[in-house]
């Protein structure tokens, strides 16, 4: 509707113009980390590189252990990913369907754990996984984002959207409460527990408080820490820090390719209405 | 998409379970409970754990002394409170961070909705721009600030040289502490930008296009649209991302530790970076929980505020 009003050449120019702004920090990330260090060093700065140069990313690997903390991020990421998936579905599903004393109570507790500012549990946290000798371990970086009141919260709004005569059906079949959620609503609620893990991948991948207090071990280090080592040590070559954040940056943006969508659905069914 | 909440819960479905005999029903009851106990169990345990606990624990810490390995050493009732109130340091954190929220946040949302409102069109090539706009949203706060240090950099950073090129001197983004909080400001406007695009625009993707039609029948122009039906009818998003980027802004700490680490002359220094070096620098939890406290409550009463005034302008549908 705005296009019949406005020249449509017109808002081409004005959307290209804030994508070159938006972007123009990444391209030249991209750029630079392909320069030489000649080249990344001269004023006027150079926009981009003569050739194609790999040695950066080679000298990346060499430098920091970067693998290493791309898969610590990897597990970390994934375990509480997976984690939550299933903490939060079988939460939701009691939420959704199953008839207890407390319900309406213990669903409000979990709406307002949501509203507890992690600051404030993070210094007593820092001291449970210090007590209990989980500092540098997977566990420690884990364990306390397993559960999730914002993923059983959203499951249990798509729970209760399924057509509820499926499950009237697979009762008079003499389905269980278990065969029922396992078969049934999982398989269902595809949709709406992807948009879970992409969102809970991407947050926790990005995470960068909780493992600088708990890793002081450098093998035990996630991509965002470690990313601002490569800082400190080569904070003269640019185009080798900048290398490193483009292979820290690849997974987060294959991700949002594959999850914008499901993404967007998620947040807009789960959060606008809440 | 999925309007409402659905409070009512199964109350109606299982009602209508066939009814075998009282006894089997009985047990069945029993069985439901025990499930929905076993369901339950690792969310309730993890939270106790991990925040109902700590909760309770920050309000005891912050009336202590503890040594550096966290252990409880002195009982001193309300002093970390008095202290902090009375420190001038602690005033400066809270007048920083409140000044950090006006300057991203109002200016973040103002630019992400005049993008959501441009990208949503009709126009060949669209969704390419709607993955721009939302790239951001993968950039963690590490490898974000990493960037925005190079383009930072005092003598070789390319915005000094942009600013050269219109005979502009060059500004110490990062040192001067005149323009260290805007620098960083500025940074985070970009970072947070794709999420706020994102939840403005699938706000206005909600809206039915008949109401654009008759807008249009009336002779309404783009502006007049924008102004008088868009965002009226998208005020439950604007307040959502509102909400959401405040407390967001309130929790700002990776950029500043890799840019600026509180300074130059402590012009950078918010209230959770503050919260940082006493816990976590020199090792006082008994203050650091005390300020996490006091911002737990500041963030609590501007949130409610929020509730309490805005959510009277927005309208649900």
């Known amino acids: 509707m705005i296009m019949n009003r406005m020249n449509k050449g017109l808002l081409y120019l004005v959307l290209l113009i804030a994508s070159c702004l938006i972007l123009f920090p990444l391209l030249y990330t991209l750029s630079s980390s392909f320069m030489t260090n000649g080249e990344s060093a001269t004023y006027p700065p150079r926009m981009l590189p003569s050739h194609l140069n790999w040695d950066n990313y080679m000298s990346v690997i060499q430098t920091i252990p970067v693998l290493r903390f791309i898969g610590n991020s ?3 990421s994934t375990l509480i990913m997976l984690g939550q998936i299933v903490t939060a579905s079988t939460a939701a599903y009691a939420f959704a369907f199953l008839r207890f004393p407390g319900k309406t109570f213990l ?35 884990i364990i306390p984002f397993v559960a999730s009141a914002f993923g059983t919260f959203l499951l249990r709004q798509s729970f209760l959207q399924l057509p509820g005569e499926l499950f009237e059906a697979a009762r008079i079949d003499g389905c269980g409460h278990v065969r029922i959620f396992l078969s049934l609503v999982l398989p269902l609620s595809t949709p ?25 071990k450098e093998e035990m280090r996630t991509v965002q820490i470690g990313i601002s080592m490569l800082q400190f040590e080569e904070m003269t070559s640019w185009n080798l820090v900048l290398a490193g954040v483009v292979t820290v940056m690849i997974p987060s943006l294959l991700l949002l390719v594959l999850g914008l969508k499901p993404l967007v659905r998620g947040i807009t069914a789960g959060a606008l209405k809440g | 998409m999925e309007k409402d909440l659905i409070i009512q819960p199964a109350l109606k479905r299982t009602t209508l379970l066939p009814a075998f005999s009282t006894r089997s029903m009985r047990t069945n ?19 106790s754990i991990f925040l109902f606990y700590p909760l309770i624990k920050s309000v005891y810490l ?27 340091l602690f005033y400066k954190s809270i007048t920083v961070t409140l000044s950090f929220i006006l300057l991203t946040v109002p200016t973040g ?20 721009f709607r993955f721009v706009f939302s790239l951001p949203m993968a950039i963690s706060v590490g490898t974000g600030s990493i960037i925005w240090m190079v383009l930072y950099h005092p003598t070789l950073g390319t915005l000094n040289y942009f600013l050269s090129l219109l005979h ?40 039915s296009e008949d109401i654009y ?12 649209t924008f102004f008088n039906l868009t965002i009226p009818l998208i005020t439950p998003s604007i307040f959502f991302v509102t909400v959401v980027s405040m407390i967001g802004a309130f929790q700002a700490f990776g950029q500043i530790n890799i840019l600026t680490k509180g300074g130059p002359m402590n012009s950078t220094n918010v209230m959770v970076f503050n919260i940082y070096q006493d816990a976590f620098v020199n090792y006082r939890f008994g203050t650091g929980s005390a300020q996490a406290l006091l911002l737990f409550f500041i963030v609590l009463i501007l949130t409610l505020i929020q509730f309490k005034v805005l959510e009277k302008k927005v309208h649900y549908q």
Do not use: C
């Open chain 2, 213 to 224: 039609d008759s807008a249009q029948i009336d002779g309404a122009g783009p502006l007049r």
């Open chain 1, 192 to 216: 709406a527990i992807a948009t879970l893990g992409v969102y809970s991948f991407l947050n926790h991948w990005n995470m960068y408080l909780w493992p600088l207090l708990i890793t002081n």
């Open chain 1, 74 to 76: 990897f597990i970390v």
């Open chain 2, 62 to 88: 912050s009336m202590n002394l503890t040594d550096p390995r966290g252990r409880v050493v002195q009982y001193v009732g309300l002093r970390n409170f008095t202290d902090l109130l009375t420190s001038e």
């Open chain 2, 29 to 47: 009851r029993w069985l439901e409970r025990i499930l929905a106990f076993v369901f339950l169990a690792p969310s309730l345990l993890l939270f």
């Open chain 1, 107 to 141: 669903f409000a507790l979990f709406l307002a754990t949501m509203m507890i500012p992690w600051e404030v549990i993070m210094i007593p946290n820092y001291l449970t996984i210090k007590n209990w000798n989980l500092l540098d371990s997977y566990t420690g970086l």
């Open chain 2, 168 to 207: 502009i001197a060059p500004i110490n983004w990062l040192s001067d502490p005149n323009w260290a909080l805007l620098s960083i400001a500025l940074m985070t406007v970009w970072m947070n930008l794709g999420f706020q695009f994102i939840v403005l625009l699938s706000g206005m993707q909600g809206v």
């Open chain 2, 109 to 128: 949302i103002i630019l992400s909705l005049i993008l959501a409102w441009l990208a949503h069109t009709r126009l060949r090539g669209v969704q390419l």
